[in-house]
T-cell receptor
């Protein structure tokens, strides 16, 4: 069974500093990895994905993530944090598509990112 | 920009009643999903739907749950006899096709279900 771990419940970063939100995964075969962001009382917004290719993927709002196969990690990063980045961030994995199975996303428990002015 | 919509935004029901949550996926998408998020917990997969049939379901999706695509636009989740523990935010999602460029799922804003 696939799983996602987000080891930090909360990450605090000063505005303008770089941020990292950690994610590790476990899945059979090659993973499809995603980051989503959730603002209060809102749905999930897609940030970025890794399917194949370059290990560093760039997404919305200046976020990027680095896929590391040997460490089974997919950490979310941003060079310079903004107060408006404060939200709940979810890492998710989808297993290798097998013609009808393993299609649903498995989410981590989420990490609250708090950017302090 | 096209988006997934869900109605109602908040549904309050009595325990044992049937509820139907409605979703309109993005129009050219082929894969449809329901997830739920109990307050303060992580998002959990319920079911995926493709080509007018369920393609995968989790252990949460028992006989009390059903999904339907009654026409070309709506995608519904029915809970036949609601329980207190069904109280959660329910998210609908859709995905375009199974290629790398079209692989992300787009989520609706959710329906908050409160079972009293």
């Amino acid at each position: 069974a696939q799983s996602v771990a987000q080891p930090e419940d909360q990450v605090n970063v000063a505005e303008g500093n770089p941020l990292t939100v950690k994610c590790t995964y476990s899945v059979s075969g090659n993973p499809y990895l995603f980051w989503y962001v959730q603002y209060p009382n809102r749905g999930l917004q897609f940030l970025l994905k890794y399917i194949t290719g370059d290990n560093l993927v760039k997404g919305s709002y200046g976020f990027e993530a680095e896929f590391n196969k040997s460490q089974t990690s997919f950490h979310l990063k941003k060079p310079s944090a903004l107060v408006s980045d404060s939200a709940l961030y979810f890492c998710a994995v989808r297993g290798l598509y097998s013609g009808g199975g393993a299609d649903g996303l498995t989410f981590g428990k989420g990490t609250h990112l708090i950017i302090q002015p | 920009e096209p988006e997934v919509t869900q109605t109602p935004s908040h549904q309050v029901t009595q325990m044992g009643q049937e509820v139907i949550l409605r979703c309109v996926p993005i129009s050219n998408h082929l894969y449809f999903y329901w997830y739920r998020q109990i307050l303060g917990q992580k998002v959990e997969f319920l079911v995926s739907f493709y080509n007018n049939e369920i393609s995968e379901k989790s252990e949460i999706f028992d006989d009390q749950f059903s999904v339907e695509r009654p026409d070309g636009s709506n995608f519904t989740l029915k809970i036949r006899s609601t329980k207190l523990e069904d109280s959660a935010m329910y998210f609908c999602a859709s995905r375009a096709r199974d290629t790398p460029s079209g692989d992300e799922q787009f989520f609706g804003p959710g329906t908050r279900l409160t079972v009293l």
